[in-house]
C-alpha cells in the first residue's frame, strides 16, 4: 500500500509503541486486539442530536480519531482515510427481547469483534438504549489514548460550552517519553537503561504465579462488575489510607488481590505474584486526550510467603514502592521504552511479557486504578450519569485483569477474564475473597 507524505498525521511515538506491541500480543493469542473501553450507565435515553454533534466535532478536532494506523518500513503512522470511518453507533433493544440479555450480548459483540488494526476505527462511541436501562459505551484502540485520555474524551463529551472544549488539545511538545530523556545527559540516559535491566532482571528471579494455570485456546474475553455500596466504600478507603498511605489506593488494591488469589489458587505454581501498573507522565490538570502519555512499565511484586501475612505484604509493597520513587525506576524505563520502539512488534512484545532466562509469562494479572471519575452532574446531554464500568482486552497468560474506579463515592471493581482459559464461577469466588480481602473480613 502506497502512502502520500501529506496522508501521514503523525508517528507513532515511544509510549503508543508500548501499547501496540501488546496488541500484537493480544491479537496473537486469538483474541480481539488491545482495546480498552468505558461504560457510562445513564437514567434514560440522551439527547442524541446534541450527543452526534460533539462527535463530529471531536472527531474534526483531533483527525486522529478517524485515522488508520499503518506500517512504512519498521515505523507505524496514524494515516489520513480516504473513507473515514463510522464513529457513533446505536443499538435499541428490540421489544421482544430481554433488556439486560440485550445489553450484555450487544458489548460482548463489541468488545470481541475481530478485525483488522489497519481498518479498526481508533474510538467509537456506542449508544445502548432500551425501556429501562441505557448505556453510552466507549471502545478505543489502546495506541490511540489511554484510560486517562478516554475519561478525558468523555468529559469533553459532557461539556457544553464550546469555549471550555476548546481548551483541550494535543500536547504542544514532543513526546513525553522523549521529553523526559532529553533533560538528561547521554551518560545518564545509559545509567537509567542498566538501572532498568537490573530491575527487570531482579523481578525475573522470582517465577511469577499464574492464577490460571491451564491450556485451553483462548476465545473470548469475558468480564463481571461489582460494586461496593457508599458504606463499604468509605471503609475501604479508610483501610487503604492504614495500610498503604494516603497515595498508596492502588497498592491496597494490588495487594487485596495478590491474597484472594492465593487463596483462591492454592495449588498454583511460582514463586511470586507480579503486577504491572502504570505512572503518568502527563501534566497534573493537562487535558491533552490522547497520544501515549499513561506508561504501564512497572511492577508491584511479593513472595508467596509474604502475601500470606496481610501485614508484612503491605510494608513490602510500601517499601517496594518508595524505593522505585528514590531510586527513579520508573524514568530508569524510559530508555528502554524509546530502545523497544525500534523493535518488531513480535519481539517487543516477548521483551515485555517473557521473564529473560526462563521465557515464562512475566505478569500474575494486569491492573488500572482510575481512581474518581469526576465527571459532574448534570453534564451528560440530556441524561445523568448512574454508574460506570470499565473494561479491557488481556493476554492469556495471565488472562486476567482488574480495573478499579470510585463513582459518587462508590467503588467499581471490574474483573476482566479470558473463556476458557477461566470461567465465571472462579471469577465470582475470586470476588467473594477480594471482598473479604478489601474490608478486611479475613485473616
Known amino acids: 500500500m502506497t502512502i502520500k507524505k501529506e496522508d501521514i498525521l503523525e508517528r507513532l511515538n515511544p509510549a503508543d509503541s508500548f501499547t501496540l506491541a501488546m496488541d500484537e500480543e493480544i491479537r496473537r493469542d486469538g483474541l480481539a486486539g488491545s482495546y480498552g473501553c468505558f461504560a457510562l450507565e445513564l437514567d434514560k435515553t440522551p439527547d442524541i442530536a446534541v450527543l452526534q454533534g460533539r462527535i463530529a466535532e471531536f472527531s474534526l478536532r483531533f483527525p486522529v ?3 488508520s494506523l499503518q506500517q512504512i518500513g519498521r515505523r507505524f ?3 489520513r482515510r480516504n473513507d473515514p470511518p463510522r464513529l457513533f453507533f446505536q443499538h435499541h433493544c428490540p421489544g421482544n427481547q430481554n433488556e439486560a440479555d440485550f445489553q450484555q450480548h450487544t ?10 488494526r489497519e481498518t479498526t476505527a481508533p474510538i467509537e462511541f456506542h449508544l445502548l438504549t432500551g425501556p429501562a436501562k441505557h448505556i453510552f459505551f466507549t471502545r478505543w484502540l489502546h495506541p490511540f489514548c489511554d484510560a486517562r485520555g478516554a475519561d478525558l474524551i468523555l468529559k469533553y463529551l459532557c461539556i457544553a460550552d464550546e469555549a471550555q472544549r476548546r481548551q483541550f488539545g494535543l500536547p504542544e ?7 523526559q530523556l532529553a533533560k538528561y545527559r547521554w551518560w545518564q540516559k545509559i545509567a537509567l537503561l542498566l538501572k532498568g535491566k537490573r530491575y527487570i532482571a531482579k523481578l525475573d528471579s522470582l517465577e511469577s504465579i499464574q492464577p490460571f494455570p491451564g491450556k485451553p485456546a483462548p476465545q473470548r474475553l469475558n468480564y463481571s462488575i461489582q460494586r461496593l455500596s457508599e458504606a463499604d466504600t468509605g471503609q475501604v478507603v479508610k483501610l487503604a489510607r492504614k495500610q498503604a498511605g494516603l497515595t498508596g489506593t492502588s497498592l491496597y488494591y494490588i495487594g487485596c488481590l495478590m491474597r484472594a488469589l492465593d487463596k483462591m489458587a492454592v495449588d498454583s505454581q511460582g514463586d511470586a505474584y507480579c503486577a ?7 501534566k497534573q490538570r493537562a487535558l491533552t486526550p490522547m497520544t501515549g502519555n499513561h506508561l504501564c512499565a512497572l511492577f508491584a511484586q511479593a513472595p508467596r510467603d509474604i502475601v500470606q501475612n496481610r501485614q508484612k505484604l503491605f510494608d513490602h ?16 524505563f524510559l530508555p528502554l521504552m524509546w530502545a523497544g520502539s525500534w523493535l518488531s512488534l513480535a519481539e517487543y512484545g516477548k521483551t515485555l511479557r517473557q521473564a529473560f532466562g526462563s521465557g515464562k509469562e512475566r505478569s500474575s494479572f494486569w491492573f488500572s486504578d482510575v481512581g474518581r471519575v469526576d465527571i459532574p452532574e448534570n453534564s451528560f446531554p440530556g441524561a445523568e450519569i448512574t454508574g460506570v464500568f470499565h473494561v479491557c482486552q488481556v493476554t492469556s497468560p495471565p488472562a486476567l485483569a482488574f480495573l478499579s474506579c470510585i463513582h459518587r463515592n462508590r467503588l467499581t471493581l471490574s474483573y476482566n477474564f479470558v473463556e476458557p482459559v477461566s470461567n465465571p464461577a472462579q471469577i465470582e469466588k475470586l470476588q467473594q475473597l477480594m471482598l473479604a480481602e478489601l474490608l478486611e473480613e479475613t485473616e
Do not use: M, T
Not at 463489541?110 to 483488522?116: A, M
Open 65 to 67: 480519531a478517524q485515522a
Open 77 to 79: 503512522y496514524w494515516c
Open 107 to 116: 458489548i460482548d459483540r463489541i468488545i470481541n469483534h475481530k478485525q483488522l
Open 173 to 179: 511538545s514532543g513526546p513525553l517519553v522523549l521529553e
Open 276 to 282: 504491572p501498573y502504570a505512572f503518568n507522565l502527563r
Open 317 to 332: 509493597l510500601k517499601q517496594q514502592n518508595a524505593q522505585v520513587i528514590r531510586q527513579q525506576l520508573d524514568y530508569a
